[in-house]
């Protein structure tokens, strides 16, 4: 994977320990080809190790986050999905990524929780928070 990059963007993006992520970052957050072109190097890849960790999994319910779910087609690779969104303003204060940046290319929060099989507004508490993981958790093992 790093010849990959090495041979797309040189030797300015590998740092001391691999990939450096903010000089990427800041090649494809502006330019949509480049970003194109990382998420189909990226993606497969992270299917395929996702894929085989599920196979490992004893558990009931095993959970994985995935930021980019319904926009890379990968909710067919799960039984359910939970979408947990948050208003716009404490998003914000939340990432450490300006909104911009990322917000465009994703689907809008509205349309994901329609396809969701589970939703939940996170501006509350975290016992609120606890309590809609325990309800969902409890469904799922039924």
Do not use: C
Request: cysteine-free; glycine content about 4%.
């Amino acid at each position: 994977m790093q010849a990959a990059l090495r041979e797309r963007w040189g030797e300015r993006i590998v740092g001391e320990n691999g990939a450096d992520r903010a000089a990427i970052a800041a090649i494809v957050f502006d330019d949509r080809d480049q970003l194109a072109w990382l998420e189909s190097l990226l993606h497969p890849k992270v299917v395929r190790e996702y894929l085989a960790w599920r196979e490992q999994q004893t558990a009931a319910v095993a959970v994985t986050e995935v930021p980019l779910l319904y926009e890379t087609g990968g909710d067919e690779r799960f039984d359910a999905v939970v979408v947990v969104t948050a208003p716009p303003e404490l998003r914000a204060e939340r990432s450490r990524v300006h909104a911009d940046a990322r917000e465009a290319r994703l689907i809008p929060d509205e349309e994901k929780v329609q396809r969701a099989d589970f939703a939940y507004v996170n501006d509350g508490t975290l016992d609120e928070l606890d309590a809609f993981v325990g309800d969902v958790m409890a469904r799922l093992t039924r």
